[in-house]
């Protein structure tokens, strides 16, 4: 095996037919780093001639002069191969070698290595990951585990499969399925995907959000960026009703008269935005990103109604998994209960790692923490 720069080609067709494939691995990220103006590289593992992994390295920020890398949500490989431990030997030499040449000294990386773990009746995992046999293989070669660290460890996921669009409904918890219904039959309310020039909308629902959840959102910068990378990858989408049902809400009237107005609401009426997100659709995943709602209308259920949406698509599309994305897993979180009312399954990702190759990089090392940083890529 050897170690090498691939081409933008290789990458992309290897990134795209990866079993780890994600959108933060992607040809997609490479080229919205690039037009950012960040050190961006390409790089891989051979063997005959066959591409047995590829990375995006991206260069992030300085330390004590010297640069650290990451590589969002990668390497990509084949994990469970065989030859997985010659893989992951190879390119840790090669990637030290090459990032010294490039003024490194430190590589951060969360690999796309994830489990079901067992949890209790309140959803809060009975062990973790980080005493398996992966992440003993990375520390094996020179990692250091940080565990929950800048990329989410937690997400809830919805495996799709076996759902139909005739049974989603019966699927969720009992409240999300009231909720749901009174959105889609009640309140009149549709969906509509923002163009670029409206992500202000976006912006201000998620702004809201945060202030209760205490989490952080994007700019507009970043939303623009991912558009301009992703394409039709990426949606932005509000869940909208019609002023006058809003109306009719604040003054209290009953929701069979909600509903009269509602039936009664022109396309040309005006329509307030309620709740939105951010969602990427990749071959193997619809992924929920950054969300936020009104908060004088939170009884409404935007987010319901933009969640039964945009499962349904997956459905449609055959994409075998909706992932809600980063969550607490404890009880009583809110956001984790809200996503656990969909009857899917949590997720671990085996965490992030740190790969020091100067005195620089191991003395930043020294001052990382479990759960220290958080980041938006």
């Given at each position: 095996m050897k170690f090498c720069e691939v081409s933008e080609q290789e990458f992309k067709d290897f990134s795209e037919n990866a079993k780890a494939s994600n959108f933060l691995q992607s040809f997609e990220m490479y080229q919205r780093y690039k037009t950012r103006g960040n050190g961006v590289y390409l790089v891989g593992v051979k063997k005959n001639d066959e591409i047995k992994a590829v990375s995006l390295l991206v260069s992030k920020t300085k330390v004590l002069n010297k640069k650290v890398f990451i590589s969002p949500r990668g390497f990509l490989a084949d994990f469970e191969a065989d030859d997985f431990e010659e893989i992951l030997k190879t390119v840790t030499a090669g990637v030290k070698k090459f990032?010294?040449?490039k003024g490194g000294g430190l590589l951060e990386i969360s690999p796309n290595i994830s489990r079901v773990p067992e949890v209790d009746d309140d959803g809060v995992p009975?062990?973790?990951?980080?005493?398996?046999k992966e992440t003993k293989l990375f520390e094996k070669y020179g990692y250091k585990d940080l565990g929950e660290y800048e990329f989410v460890k937690w997400v809830y996921v919805l495996p799709t499969k076996d759902l139909t669009e005739e049974n989603l409904l019966k699927h969720f918890r009992n409240d999300h399925r009231r909720t749901t219904r009174l959105a889609t039959e009640r309140y009149g309310m549709r969906l509509r995907e923002l163009k670029i020039g409206e992500l202000k909308t976006l912006k201000k629902l998620t702004d809201d959000s945060a202030k209760r959840h205490g989490f952080i959102t994007p700019e507009i910068q970043y939303y623009e960026e991912m558009k301009r990378?992703?394409?039709?990858?990426v949606r932005f989408l509000v869940a909208e009703v019609p002023k006058k049902v809003l109306d009719a809400v604040s003054n209290g009237e009953e929701l069979e008269f909600v509903k009269k107005v509602a039936n009664e609401a022109k396309e040309t009426d005006e329509f307030i935005p309620i709740a939105g997100a951010m969602f990427v659709i990749w071959p193997n995943e619809i992924v929920y990103l950054f969300s936020g709602q009104a908060d004088d209308y939170r009884k409404l259920g935007g987010p319901h109604f933009l969640q039964y949406e945009m499962i349904k698509e997956a459905i449609r599309k055959k994409i075998p998994e909706y992932n809600f994305y980063g969550t607490e897993p404890k009880k009583s979180d809110g956001v984790y209960e809200f996503k656990?009312?969909?009857?899917?399954?949590?997720?671990?990702?085996i965490g992030t790692f740190m790969l020091p190759f100067s005195?620089?990089?191991q003395l930043f090392l020294l001052k990382q923490k479990y759960e220290d940083v958080r980041d938006i890529h």
């Open positions: 990032l010294k040449a009975k062990d973790n990951f980080r005493t398996s990378a992703y394409g039709k990858k656990r009312g969909y009857h899917g399954q949590l997720k671990e990702y005195l620089a990089g």
